[in-house]
């Protein structure tokens, strides 16, 4: 059981900035981003699409390398490239959930397979290990000699959640984890990171563009608008005393949250204040 009296795992973003592209067409995408997420707490990093949610994700995980700042995992710098970055991926303490389970799982290969390929560079023993991440995942065990095609959408997400875990990671970054599926599915996965969060004390990084997902599940919010941080805070603040006019427009655009649509002067008016 985690003990509240120890200092939890944290993993911290210092002014970190990613330029993609080249020559005249390199151009910056994340301006100078800071935050953190402590083990045990899900963080919603909210904004519309082109905002950069996906290249922060993937530069927090090591597939982008950062221009400028630093990515730290409890204190200690994690490598950005070369041998020392691979030996700390190996370590499989910080994983990422991908958007898409039929492109990041092998279509040839079984669930079980897939779900334990992680482990073949730490040579660990995988039943075991796979048995006990799709426990963790809710996957049935079931499903194991299945392949990708031969599943559900809900369940392969389900598996691509059982693969981060495999490694027992402390964090996992999850870009986009449900908005391919249904509406039902949606909640059962939501739910499950969560659970992951509260019981596991794993430390997770909601990546979306939609904020009624990320509000139902998130205890923060960071708010992404161009590459920047806009606002950022708990979440029952930012949903209910937004303060950026990029943050009201977007909760604005979802009536369940707000007492009802923004009108489309309203939506001027905010977009107006927005200044890129």
């Known amino acids: 059981m985690h003990n509240a009296t120890l200092p939890r795992p944290t993993l911290e973003i210092n002014d970190v900035s990613v330029s993609l592209g080249r020559g005249r067409n390199r151009r910056t995408i994340i301006h100078n981003v800071s935050m953190h997420i402590t083990a ?7 904004g519309e699409s082109g905002s950069g949610k996906t290249t922060l994700a993937r530069t927090i995980v090591g597939a982008i390398e950062a221009r400028g700042g630093a990515i730290l995992l409890d ?23 991908f958007q898409d389970p039929l492109l990041s799982l092998n279509p040839d290969r079984t669930i079980f397979w897939s779900i334990g390929e992680p482990l073949v560079s730490v040579n660990i023993p995988s039943h075991d290990e796979v048995r006990h991440a799709m426990t963790l995942a809710r996957l049935d065990p079931g499903l194991a000699d299945r392949r990708p095609g031969e599943i559900s959408g809900g369940q392969r997400q389900r598996a691509l959640i059982a693969r981060a875990l495999v490694t027992r990671p402390r964090f996992i970054i999850a870009d986009e984890p449900v908005s391919a599926l ?3 599915i949606r909640v059962e996965i939501l739910d499950l990171l969560r659970s992951l969060a509260v019981e596991q004390h794993v430390g997770v990084g909601f990546i979306s563009h939609d904020i ?9 919010i960071i708010v992404l608008y161009r590459g920047r941080v806009v606002e950022a805070g708990r979440t029952d603040q930012i ?15 979802t009536p ?10 309203e939506r001027i008016a905010l977009k107006a204040l927005i200044i890129d």
């Open 40 to 46: 045990g707490e899900v963080v919603g990093i909210i």
């Open 75 to 97: 204190g200690q710098t994690i490598p950005a490239k070369g041998l020392d970055q691979q030996r700390f991926r190996r370590k499989g303490e910080l994983q990422y959930v």
């Open 182 to 184: 249904d509406a039902s």
């Open 212 to 220: 009624g997902s990320v509000a139902g599940i998130a205890d923060r």
């Open 239 to 253: 949903i209910l005393n937004p303060q950026h006019p990029y943050t009201k427009l977007l909760i604005g655009s």
């Open 256 to 265: 369940s949250l707000f007492s009802r649509g923004l009108s489309i002067n």
